[in-house]
């Protein structure tokens, strides 16, 4: 009795009321997803643990022609694409930064005289690699985050009421 009530404990259930179908979906294209709904959604599986699963209820307060099942899976994986893709465009613009500070760093190991082309190259070299490790260790946190949270979203249950 007690394993099974351990278990209970551990579920994270995201309650969606929908008063009309724009609750829902957009305003101006019925079969996308709601901004406002995929940030709440998102936002509510931030406080999930590890250890929990998670559980989409929705609760239709009127009748809809729209499958809200298939709409929010849609939509979780449209959201989960393009943070890919996002992940994939800053991950050339590191290697890019990267090769552009290595470039320069070899430039300025070309110049023999101590002039100040030698120390532009140098400084010019640095700032990019910099650049690069700074995206790497803090500026994707967020980005990694929101995948991982969209990653669960994928592999919830989403039930109607």
């Not at 829902?24 to 599986?45: C, F, G, V």
């Not at 930064?97 to 430039?107: A, D, N, Q, V």
Request: aromatic share 10%; charged share 30%; glycine share 4%.
């Amino acid at each position: 009795m007690d394993n099974i009530q351990g278990i209970k404990d551990m579920e994270k259930i995201i309650e969606i009321d929908l008063f009309d179908k724009y609750d829902l979906t957009e305003k101006y294209n019925d079969k996308h997803l709601s901004s406002e709904l995929l940030e709440y959604i998102i936002e509510q599986a931030s406080f999930v643990t590890k250890r929990d699963t998670v559980k989409i209820v929705i609760n239709k307060k009127c009748s809809m022609e729209q499958d809200s099942i298939k709409i929010i899976t849609d939509g979780l994986k449209q959201e989960y694409n393009k943070s890919l893709k996002l992940y994939h465009i800053t991950n050339i613009r590191q290697l890019f930064l990267l090769l552009l500070g290595i470039f320069f760093l070899f430039l300025s190991t070309l110049i023999k005289e101590d002039v100040i082309w030698k120390e532009v190259l140098l400084i010019g070299g640095w700032v990019p690699i910099w650049e690069t490790i700074d995206i790497e260790l803090f500026s994707d946190l967020e980005g990694r985050r929101k995948r991982i949270i969209l990653k669960r979203l994928l592999e919830s249950e989403i039930v109607e009421k």
